[in-house]
């Protein structure tokens, strides 16, 4: 479904901004400021871990970020470049200036992985007995 790209969204790994894409033009252009390191290394994913990681050692940050047309390119295999793409500097700027807008325009909220949260809290599984027994549910009754 390229609405979701189309409609400029943004692509977060984690709380971080791995990626943005935008309409502009006849093109959908998308930026990665950083990507995951595959493994196997000339895989297309992260096998050796069964999950991709987006910090530390896991991932290399690109600086300027790597640019795509997702009209030409939608597998995202031939990066582009100022020598490739005469208005590259353009479309960055366009792209931050939508993601520094965007960035505005979040809220702080509460971490919902904090210890917290993702303790196990008897008190709120389902019961069928009583506050004053142990729990358990008579099916047949």
Known sequence: ?????????????????????IFIGNSIWKIFYFT???????????YDYHVCFCHGPYVTYHDPPLLFDLFKDPEENNPLTPETESHF????????HAVDNHTKSIL????????GHILWKPWLQPCCSSLLQWCYCNHES
Not at 89 to 96: A, D, Y
Not at 108 to 115: I, K, Y
């Open 36 to 46: 995951p390191n595959f493994s196997p290394k000339e895989s297309n994913g992260c």
């Open 89 to 96: 500097h353009e479309i960055l700027q366009t792209i931050h």
């Open 1 to 21: 479904n390229l609405i979701i790209i189309i409609m400029g969204h943004l692509h977060n790994m984690s709380s971080t901004l791995s990626a943005s894409s």
């Open 108 to 115: 702080a909220v509460p971490n919902q992985f904090s210890l």
